[in-house]
């Protein structure tokens, strides 16, 4: 069986996706939105990693192992960001450092 094959066509469109993003992600920086900066930044980060993963990497024309392999570091990913920011969150709970 062989995999769909991604045409250029497909490839110079996720390109220009990408490009897109970009130009978009830098706008970004540029308008004072408060906290949603940083959210509305790491959604478009998001969707240009899927977009190189699924087309560039060819993880969309993949057996199932590969989607378990890429579904599994996206759970670790999110573990160790959840780690990471309960660290961070908690860090001025206590009144004296170290104790």
Do not use: C
């Not at 490009?19 to 240009?48: P, R």
């Not at 392999?69 to 660290?87: A, C, K, P, R, Y």
């Amino acid at each position: 069986m062989t995999p769909p094959p991604v045409t250029p066509r497909i490839l110079l469109f996720v390109l220009l996706s990408l490009w897109g993003l970009l130009l978009l992600t830098s706008l970004i920086g540029f308008v004072n939105l408060g906290q949603f900066n940083i959210v509305i930044a790491v959604a478009i980060a998001v969707v240009m990693a899927l977009l190189v993963a699924g087309f560039y990497m060819h993880a969309l024309y993949e057996g199932k192992i590969v989607h378990i392999i890429f579904v599994g570091g996206i759970v670790w990913f999110l573990i160790m960001e959840t780690l990471t920011l309960g660290d961070f969150m908690t860090r001025g709970w206590l009144p004296f450092p170290g104790k």
